[in-house]
């Protein structure tokens, strides 16, 4: 079963800094599984990242993922402040997999 | 434009069953094996935990964590898939969501309900 850790757990930045995220994999995943997710409080979560690199429909070009094999990156280039939310990688192998996420806060 | 709504009661009793249906509309649930149709759950204050999902077909694949406990179903007459888990404690109590998954040949969902929250609690 593939374990995904997220770091930090809470990112403190201020609107217009770079946010970097990271998810780590407890075992090589092929990127194509590999997913990011918004989520703000109150809401379900929102698919801005798929097959590791590929944004969603209608997700801005501020947000970008990178990364292979274990290591995955979630980036957000400036901070605006809708931005502040709660960030989820998953994994899909023969079931999903999330992250435990990182918060993202104002700073 | 998919839209995904889970239904069912907010209450349950510990030891009782907790039941909940989504209904797809803007889309069919039997629309390929390209989709599958999945619960997933979030603890108050907490992270996202996969519960199980089924294809149109009526094969499932459960979260193991789960699996004793747990049966999704669909009805593609009435375009909806069902969750039932039996034996619920006071760690059953979530948001439960229902989600429509992309699984070729990416993994990940694109359309979510909106949620609904479920507490056990005598």
């Known amino acids: 079963e593939i374990v995904l850790t997220q770091s930090p757990g809470t990112l403190s930045l201020s609107p217009g800094e770079r946010a970097t995220l990271s998810c780590r994999a407890s075992q090589s995943v092929s990127s194509s599984y590999l997913a990011w997710y918004q989520q703000k409080l109150g809401q379900a979560p929102r698919l801005l990242i798929y097959g590791a690199s590929s944004r969603a429909t209608g997700i801005p070009d501020r947000f970008s993922g990178s990364g292979s094999g274990t290591d995955f990156t979630l980036t957000i280039s400036r901070l605006e402040p809708e931005d502040f939310a709660v960030y989820y990688c998953q994994h899909y192998g023969t079931g999903f997999t999330f992250g435990p996420g990182t918060k993202v806060d104002i700073k | 434009q998919v839209q995904l709504q889970e239904s069912g009661p907010g209450l349950v009793k510990p030891s009782q069953t907790l039941s909940l249906t989504c209904t797809v509309s803007g889309g069919s649930i039997n629309s390929g094996g390209y989709y599958s149709w999945s619960w997933i759950r979030q603890p108050p204050g907490k992270g996202l935990e996969w519960i199980g999902y089924?294809?149109?077909?009526?094969?499932?694949y459960y979260n193991p964590s789960l699996k004793s406990r747990l049966t999704v179903s669909v009805d593609t007459s009435k375009n909806q898939f069902s969750l039932k888990l039996t034996s619920v404690t006071a760690a059953d109590t979530a948001v439960y969501y229902c989600a429509r998954a992309l699984v070729v040949p990416q993994g990940y969902f694109d359309y979510w309900g909106q949620g609904t929250l479920v507490t056990v609690s005598s």
């Open positions: 089924i294809y149109y077909s009526g094969s499932t």
